[in-house]
Structures are given as C-alpha cells and as structure tokens.
C-alpha cells in the first residue's frame, strides 16, 4: 500500500450518548463468546447441542485440565495428594460408624462416597482420577512415559501418605466409639485375610473402570450438582459390590498394622499391591479400549496449538529428557505472547512468505484505519501425506529457523505501519483447516486469507467435512486475488447483506487509511427498476456511512456490469453469495468468471452465519 496517498479524517462520526453503549444483543454474545472457552481451548459448551458435548470436547476438556495437572510443581501435586489421602480417612470414618449402627449393607455404605465427593468438587489429586488425564496425555504424545510416572509416583505416595496420618487418628485419637472400632477392624481384615489376590485385583479393575468413568462423565457435565450426583453414585457402588479402591485399602491395612494385626510389607503385598494394579489397569483400560478410541483422529483441534512437530517423538516419548523432552506444553509457545485485549485483530495464513507478502501489507494497512490494532502472521508449513509425520528435534529446530528467516521480509514490512504485529508457525498435513483452528484459538475479527496458484487449500484435507468448516466460520473471511494491490479507486458492487455489510467496513478501513475514492454498483434486471435501485443505493450509502462515494445504478447482466466498472478502478471487492464462498472456493465451484477477466485486484468478503439448531444437525 502507498503510504503517502492522502488519509481520510481519523476517529468516526459523531455519536449520540445513547450510541457509547452496544447493543444489548452483542453484549450478550460478547459475554457468551468469553465464557464458552478456556484459556486453554477447553470448549465450555458444545458445539452442536450446547448443554451436551460430543467425546473430541470432552476429551479436550480432560486435555486441557490434564495440561495445568502435569505441569504442576511437585510441591503442589504432592500436598493436594495428601489432602486426598486424607479425605478418604473421612470415607473409612464413616463406613465404620454407620456400619456399626446397621446390619443393612446399603445403609452402612450410604455415606462412603462422602470423602469421595471431597475430593472430586476440590479439585484433589487422587491417584486413581489420575489414570485418565495423564494417560489422555501421554496417548496424545503430548506428555512422555517418565512424565506420566512421575506424575503417578507423587500422587500415589502423597495419598498414601495422607492416608497414613488420618488413620492415625482414627486408630489412636479416640475417634472411634468401641462398636465403631471393631467394625472398621472387620472392614480391614475381610480385605486383607477373607479375599484372595486375584479376587481382590478383579474387583479393583472394577472399581478402576467405575472411577475413570466418573473422572470422563464429570468432564462431559457442565454444573457442580451434576458431578455430585454421579459422583455419589458411582463410589457409593464399590461398597455395594464388594470392590475395593486402593487408597482406602492402603488406609485400611494401614489400621491394621497399628492394631498389630498384619505385618506392613505383607499389608503392602497381599491386600495393597493387587487392587492398586486392578485400579490402574481398569481405568487405563476404559480410557485406551473405549473413551479414547471413541473419539476422532482430530480431537485436540482446539487443545493442541500447534502442529506435528509439537508431538513427542517415539523416542523421547519412551525416554522422556533423556531423549529430549519429556513434556510439550498445550498451548503453542509463539502464541501465548499474542495479545488478547479488546483491539482489533487480523489474521493473516501465510503459505509462501516470499510472494505473500502483499497480504500482510494489507492487513497492516487495514489496521492502521483502526485506534489500535494488531495483525496476527501465521506461517502454515504443510506437510506430505495423510498421516502427520514425527520430525526429530534437529528437524523441528531447522524448520523453526527457516520459517524466522523467510519471515523477516514480513516482520519489516510490518514495521512501516503503526500496528502491533505478531507471528507464530504452525506444522500440519491439514493446511486448510488448520488456518480455521487458529482462528478459533485467537479469535480474530477479521482473516486475510490469499488466493494464489499455492493456495493454503489446494492439498485442503481434513478430518471434518469442508463444507462444515466453511459453514461455520469463526470470523470474517476476506480473501484476496492480488495482482498489485492499489486502493485507490474501489468499485464496491451490492445486494445489501451481512456480505455486503463486510465489504463496506473494509472500504471504510481502506478510506481511512489511504483516502480511497469509491464507486458503489447496484444492477437490476430492467430499466424500470432504475429509479428503486438508485433509492435503495442511496440508503445503502447512508446506512454505510459511505455517503461520499459515487453511486452506479446500472440495469442487465450483472457480471457484464461489473467488468466494465471496473475496467476504470483499481480494486474490486465482492460479497459472498447465499451459498458461501469459501466451500465454493474450496470445491472449485466458484463460477464469477468477473474474477478472472477484470485486470484489477479482486476481494472477495465473507461473514459468519448463524445457523439454526435443526441447521447444524440435520444440514
């Protein structure tokens, strides 16, 4: 863009005090917008139905709750750990007492999910939760073997631990009444002298499923009261069924090591050891053969920030720092520094830095009509082949450094204009929907997307259909035919529209920032409707706020009509038609032949629908 042409007034028109607040509507959505996702990228709402979520959502929800897990410090895992283990001496408290005042097994076991409860709406760390998340991680490649470990060992010694110090109360500070004593005696021994071990570890795989499965159902449940119910129901039937649950094994053999009824090691090995590996095998198994398996090849579309090269290799997967990395964060490095204020946004996906440039040359100059503004340059590097490949860390270091290097052309170009700019690189075999996935992550008003022999979806696969990504864009689209950009005089054709709505605010930005000139074209189908057409184009302006532009009412072809404007303009911007015009672009159905035969640069503009309910199920 020429820098030097003339600039048009800064700052809009004057507003009546009644225009300071926004409408009631947007605010609503603003609002809605900001709570329906994490910082993370956890949905908190579904995208179909929004009070169920589908199994990618919820696994990007234990994902994400998984990330902030494994990357505690071991301090915090350690006492939160502890904590649990404590709670559950709440469990063993009240299953002796109430047992000891009934015959009835039901009522006995009525409040053992108490502890339970405790531990699960506090956000403990209790290690049989912990065979979902970090395994959820470590199938992903996201977190190492040693790292799930790690994870595994400071969990379960700090609820070992807690365990420990809250049967010493019961045992030893007078907590329990003598009837309550004898019973939670009762209780120990019949786990640790009345069941065998492969009894004992069948009933834990049990209790391991049921546990995982509240962990997964509490991810897919959107209120407190929800997680209580089916976390009361779930715990209250290992009881019930006779299963056993590690840490309150640990804590009742413990009991009976205090009592001087069961030698430690001999607790450890014949009552502790089989139902912690039947806890562990249960809940990894309906992590691995049912929850993961159930969900698609894309189910960190929204938690994994990045591309291929973010994913552990094999061999640091197995060997963890040793090999490399034992652990790549959710969030892309490059793009937790992107700003995420109130200012006007651009993204711009960038294929091939070196001819591209001219986009981001653009979004600049858009964002500098704007107060203040930042554009957003993703360098998107596809890579071959359905499958995403697994480079080696040499490799992702040689691919960030070129992707730095063929991006400094771009950075200064940037730097002429008064905007904030920022960049990251994204890896993928699925180019096209990834630009959509990085949108939805930065949450951009608007995307600069170019229109070249190389374009981003000319090798476009992906998992979910095309058609549906491009229904359901996450912000404005405005995609660029670029044959030496010059926004000097505009021809701006129109129906009227959100489309048309689009492209008048992106001529307003051009105006504002480089003085454009501007035509509006309106064509109607006979000279009898010459006169309606010039009404409706004069509102249209005025609505706009494009009242200085010079108004075409022109009647026949419209295709005709707009290639002979814009022989005598620079630049062409349309709208898109009812049916969407990226899936039109994508399929190579778009037939406005007008692209390809005027000389001058072409946009194209496209803005979000919404789409009813029965839309977005049915089609």
């Not at 070196?354 to 930042?374: H, N, Q, Y």
């Not at 860390?393 to 002429?416: K, Y």
């Not at 929907?433 to 022999?453: H, I, M, S, Y």
Request: net charge negative.
């Amino acid at each position: 863009m020429d820098e030097s042409a003339p600039r048009g007034e800064d700052g809009p028109p004057d507003r009546t005090d009644f225009d300071e607040f926004p409408d009631r509507s947007e605010l609503d959505e603003s609002v809605r917008e900001a709570v329906e996702r994490s910082r993370m990228g956890a949905p908190a709402v579904g995208e179909a139905v929004r009070d169920r979520f589908s199994a990618d959502e919820v696994f990007q929800r234990i994902v994400a709750a998984a990330d902030e897990e494994v990357t505690s410090t071991g301090r915090e895992l350690f006492f939160s750990a502890i904590a649990a283990g404590f709670a559950i001496s709440i469990t063993f408290l009240l299953y002796a007492s109430v047992s000891a005042t009934t015959d009835n097994k039901i009522v006995g076991a009525i409040l053992y999910p108490l502890g339970f409860i405790y531990i699960i709406i506090g956000g403990y760390q209790l290690y049989t939760e912990n065979t979902l998340p970090p395994v959820a991680l470590t199938l992903e490649r996201i977190a190492s073997l040693p790292a799930l470990l790690r994870h595994w060992t400071i969990v379960l010694f700090g609820n070992f631990l807690g365990g420990a110090v809250g049967t010493v109360v019961l045992a030893w500070g007078g907590v329990f009444d003598p009837a309550a004593a004898d019973e939670a005696l009762a209780l120990a021994r019949h786990g640790a002298f009345e069941v065998g071990w492969w009894a004992l570890f069948s009933k834990a795989v049990f209790a391991g499923l049921i546990v995982a499965g509240v962990v997964w159902v509490g991810f897919s449940s959107r209120d407190t009261i929800s997680r209580i119910v089916v976390t009361y129901l779930a715990f209250l039937s290992i009881p019930v069924g006779g299963l056993f649950h590690s840490v309150v094994a640990f804590s009742e053999a413990w009991y009976l090591v205090l009592h001087g009824e069961l030698a430690f090691l001999v607790g450890l090995t014949d009552f502790v050891l089989p139902v912690l590996l039947g806890n562990t095998i249960g809940g990894v198994a309906l992590v691995t053969l049912v929850n993961y398996f159930q969900t698609s090849e894309d189910r960190l579309e929204s938690a994994r920030f990045e591309g291929i090269e973010r994913r552990l290799t094999p061999r640091e997967w197995l060997l963890g720092r040793v090999a490399g990395r034992s652990y790549v964060p959710i969030l892309d490095p490059s793009e937790r520094s992107l700003s995420r204020d109130g200012d006007f946004r651009i993204m711009v996906p960038i294929a091939n830095p070196r001819t591209e440039s001219g986009l981001v040359d653009l979004a600049c100059t858009l964002a500098s009509a704007k107060e203040a503004a930042t554009v957003h340059a993703v360098h998107v590097i596809q890579t071959p082949g359905r499958r995403p490949a697994d480079p080696s860390h040499r490799q992702r270091q040689r691919i960030s450094g070129e992707s730095e290097r063929l991006m400094e052309p771009i950075r200064e170009t940037a730097a002429g204009y008064d905007v904030d700019f920022e960049t990251s690189l994204v890896v993928t075999n699925r180019s096209f929907e990834e630009v959509f996935n990085a949108a939805r992550r930065t949450k951009p008003d608007l995307v600069v997307l170019g229109w070249e022999e190389n374009r981003l979806w000319s090798d476009a696969r992906a998992e979910r259909p095309l058609e549906e990504l491009t229904n359901q864009l996450p912000c404005d689209f405005l995609i660029v035919k670029d044959r030496g950009i010059d926004a000097s005089r505009i021809l701006l054709p129109t129906y009227g529209g959100p489309d048309s709505d689009l492209s008048a605010e992106v001529v307003g930005m051009l105006q504002a920032a480089v003085g454009s000139a501007v035509s509006l074209l309106h064509v109607v189908d006979t000279d009898d409707e010459v006169d309606a057409g010039q009404r409706f184009l004069e509102g249209w302006a005025l609505d706009h706020e494009l009242t200085d532009a010079d108004l075409i009412v022109e009647a026949g072809d419209v295709e005709t009509a707009i290639e002979r404007e814009a022989a005598e303009h620079s630049l062409l911007i349309l709208g898109a038609t009812e049916r969407g015009l990226l899936s039109r672009l994508l399929t190579d159905s778009l037939h406005l032949e007008v692209v390809n035969d005027v000389d001058c640069s072409v946009f194209l503009a496209e803005r979000p629908s919404e789409r009813s309910l029965i839309e977005r199920l049915f089609g």
